[in-house]
T-cell receptor, first 116, second 113 residues
Framework: GAGVSQSPSNKVTEKGKDVELRCDPISGHTALYWYRQSLGQGLEFLIY????????KSGLPSDRFSAERTGGSVSTLTIQRTQQEDSAVYLCASSSQGPLMNTEAFFGQGTRLTVV | GENVEQHPSTLSVQEGDSAVIKCTYSDSASNYFPWYKQELGKRPQLIID?????GEKKDQRIAVTLNKTAKHFSLHITETQPEDSAVYFC????????????FGKGTKLSVKP
């Protein structure tokens, strides 16, 4: 497909379990973003990858959250020891920008995480 | 950290009226300001963007203005239609982070027929 793909689309997990959320960006896009959107709320920045540069992790809410981007393509967001307040839609976006010129960021459909 | 403030959080207008949403940003080096529209249950999609080398950009019924001195930018929708009802997000690039995008908290626009 031509768009940003996220999996799974829905995830229900028990409190205390670890989860992994996957993002397949558009091929060739160097920039990749993760955001969290709680019900009816805004887009909370989590982490940003740009090419081979060190990622901007300043938005990660706690050390239970981490993300990787392997080979400059697929990214995985990991949440350890999930808590109920982690329940939200996790959105991934990618863009073709270089470090000096922003271009349109395309969003995936999101992963709806529910911690019970 | 860098911050983007967006107002109002909710906006209700009559069909045919204009709607204006305003955002301010804190990073004076920001140079890219996109606006996204998110319909219920769908992903955010870009509707218009502006770069710091221009003060205004129009696309049919939508326009964005930028005031770099005051560090604020606005979205203007004219002749609103019911299908304009959605949540709108502004964003600003963070140059110190090589182009990271920070979003405002969103404005829920309702257009009443």
């Amino acid at each position: 497909g031509a768009g940003v793909s996220q999996s799974p689309s829905n995830k229900v997990t028990e409190k205390g379990k670890d989860v992994e959320l996957r993002c397949d960006p558009i091929s060739g896009h160097t920039a990749l973003y993760w955001y969290r959107q709680s019900l009816g709320q805004g887009l909370e920045f989590l982490i940003y990858f740009q090419g081979n540069s060190a990622p901007d992790k300043s938005g990660l809410p706690s050390d239970r959250f981490s993300a990787e981007r392997t080979g400059g393509s697929v990214s995985t967001l990991t949440i350890q020891r999930t808590q109920q307040e982690d329940s939200a839609v996790y959105l991934c976006a990618s863009s073709s920008q270089g470090p000096l010129m922003n271009t349109e960021a395309f969003f995936g459909q999101g992963t709806r995480l529910t911690v019970v | 950290g860098e911050n983007v403030e967006q107002h109002p959080s909710t906006l209700s207008v009559q069909e045919g009226d204009s709607a204006v949403i305003k955002c301010t940003y804190s990073d004076s080096a920001s140079n890219y300001f996109p606006w996204y529209k998110q319909e219920l249950g769908k992903r955010p999609q870009l509707i218009i963007d502006i770069r710091s080398n221009v003060g205004e950009k129009k696309d049919q019924r939508i326009a964005v203005t930028l005031n770099k001195t005051a560090k604020h930018f606005s979205l203007h929708i004219t002749e609103t239609q019911p299908e304009d009802s959605a949540v709108y997000f502004c964003a600003a690039s963070i140059r110190g982070s090589q182009g990271n995008l920070i979003f405002g908290k969103g404005t829920k626009l309702s257009v009443k027929p």
